[in-house]
């Protein structure tokens, strides 16, 4: 294995988990949006409340998306270990 191919393992390994957790961060992110958004306009300013909502929204992302990132691993892991006798 070269250089080159051992950067391309690295990067695609790279996109793939940043493929994979986007469902999860997006939720968590946009639910603390509405969070930050109902403290200012309230007024509350408890950091601890946004914590069960976000935990709460990213399993249930999790859930919805499972069957996806699930796929996403199959066909990540099939194509590593089948291009394993190339590479060597």
Same mark, same amino acid.
Do not use: N
């Given at each position: 294995?070269?250089?080159?191919q051992a950067?391309?393992?690295?990067?695609?390994?790279?996109?793939?988990?940043?493929? *994979? %957790?986007?469902?999860?961060? =997006?939720?968590?992110m946009v !639910? +603390? $949006?509405?969070?930050? /958004?109902?403290?200012?306009?309230? @007024?509350?300013?408890?950091?601890? *409340? %946004?914590?069960?909502?976000? =935990?709460?929204?990213?399993? !249930? +992302? $999790?859930?919805?998306? /499972?069957?996806?990132?699930?796929? @996403?691993?199959?066909?990540?892991?099939?194509?590593?270990?089948?291009? =394993?006798?190339?590479?060597?």
């Amino acid at each position: 294995m070269d250089v080159a191919q051992a950067i391309d393992l690295g990067r695609q390994a790279i996109f793939t988990a940043l493929l *994979i %957790s986007s469902p999860l961060l =997006i939720a968590g992110m946009v !639910v +603390a $949006l509405v969070i930050g /958004l109902l403290q200012a306009v309230t @007024q509350v300013q408890d950091q601890t *409340i %946004s914590f069960v909502p976000k =935990i709460v929204a990213m399993i !249930v +992302a $999790l859930s919805l998306t /499972l069957p996806w990132v699930l796929g @996403q691993l199959v066909q990540y892991s099939s194509e590593l270990i089948a291009g =394993i006798p190339g590479r060597l």
